[in-house]
């Protein structure tokens, strides 16, 4: 049999107030500009986690070294906590895992995540590993994709791990920022600072229980827009580059990749149980929304991880099925289907049926 979500977990640091951020850090940050206040206002966010408060510690001007040993510190605890609770939720053991796949892109270390919280968790010396990197906020799909197959493959249970810490990224302002006259660039980074959140989300892959099976998986990248989405290594963190075009090149590509995924198994869009739709902001789940025709309550598990935990990269989409599980009733044999959008520009979309 094909693999099965047969656990899922989360851990996340502590929250903190949208309103909060602006007024006590971000206002100053950008001088009140105009631009940026407007950003704050419209973006579908109440609270936000992370491990950097920066209204209590401004780490703007920190190197990518210091970034990079805070990673190590602050992921830890959070990974021991969703791989735990994930595997508790499937009735497994440390032991029993045979892959262990951890996807982030906001820090590294070596040894990494996936050396230390396997020797952490009680996994055996010979449980094998694969780190996903710097593919962004689409990456738990191909990561899905790739553990999904060594379940079915090996016959053996895997855990997947994302693990994302985007708040030890904040960035300097400039003097255009502050100005009231910001470049494009000084919009791109008023927007992540806006959206980008903290979270470990974690998922168990069993070959024959009862879950929610990987049917499929399907990519599409849009070269000629490569340059939309961005998120460079400098010497102070990482830096994230988002074009506002990037709802406009979802829509052109949305229904396509979906029609492919769902054809190939003689669906439609209107025979899909439940939507979980990555929330890298509010115009993109609206975006995405309208080409699909879908309702807003299709749409309610993306809005609600949105405006109650933000954009945390790759680890949202598993927050989304998370918080899909809880809200919607799919029947044995419904199915589901997951969507995440990142560099490239990247399109992956996964289709799961409950056995």
Known sequence: MTAALTGASHALPAPMDQQRLWDGYFKDHYADAR????????????????VVDPTQEDISSWGTGARMQRFLTEAMPL????????????????????????????????????????????????????????MGCYAALPGLGATADYVTARQKPAVMLCLELTSLHVQPTTDS???????????????????????????????????MEVVDVVARTDVATAGHMTWDVTDQGFKMGLSPAVPDVLARHARPVVEELLGRHGMAVADVDGWAIHPGGRKIVEVVGEVLELAEEQLAPSYDVLRD???????????????????????????????????????????????
């Open 177 to 211: 920022a502050r100005s009231g006259s910001p470049t494009p660039e000084d919009l791109q980074q008023m927007v992540a600072h806006a959206l980008f959140s903290d979270a470990a989300a974690a998922v168990v892959l069993e070959p024959t229980a009862a879950g």
């Open 309 to 355: 935990v933000g954009n945390c990269s790759s680890a949202t989409v598993l927050l989304v099925l998370e918080r899909l599980a809880q809200t919607v009733d799919v029947p044995v044999g419904g199915t589901v289907v997951a969507m995440a959008f990142g560099p490239g520009l990247t399109l992956y979309a996964a289709l799961l049926r409950r056995r």
């Open 35 to 50: 631009l940026a206040r407007k950003v704050w206002e419209h973006s579908a966010i109440t609270t936000r986690r992370g």
């Open 79 to 134: 990974g021991k906590e969703a791989v735990g609770g994930a595997l508790a939720d499937a009735g497994l053991d440390a032991k029993d895992v045979g892959l262990f796949t951890v996807v982030s892109c906001t820090g590294y270390v070596t040894p990494g995540l996936d050396i230390l919280l396997a020797r952490d968790l009680g996994m055996t010396d010979s449980v094998q590993r694969l780190h996903i990197g710097h």
